[in-house]
């Protein structure tokens, strides 16, 4: 299961997102928002990392107009590892590397294909372990 979450100004990508994650048969919540109607991205972001903090969820991806805030806001939550990636390298080397149990996107700053690339990565690329754990753990430590 997926945790989402989204402000306003993700809104729109949060909901591409969705149809994606349909398209291919994965299992996701939604923690809003859920209209265009101007929010505070801290909310969305907290719900969705405690989500993923507690288990109920396996990951997680959260979206406002740059990334930045609603990526700080999930990192606040203990265990939440959330990167914020604008391409598929950077996705793909936070799971193989650091772990990243939750992906942040601007959804002002990128279109659906790149999104789509994103996402892929993140969902489909293992953690390799070995002297990342080491470093893993001293993140969490």
Known sequence: MIALGSDHGGLA???HV???LDA???EYQDFGC???ESCD???FGRAAAEAV???ACDRGIVICTTGIGISIAANKVKGIRCALC???LSAEMTRRHNDANMLAMGGG???NNMADRIVDAFLNTPFEGGRHQRRVDKIEG
């Open 53 to 55: 903090a507690s288990g």
């Open 34 to 36: 859920y209209t265009a």
């Open 13 to 15: 990508l949060k909901r």
């Open 86 to 88: 604008s391409e598929p």
């Open 18 to 20: 969705m149809e994606y």
């Open 24 to 26: 291919r048969g994965l």
């Open 109 to 111: 700053l990128i279109g």
């Open 41 to 43: 991205y801290p909310d």
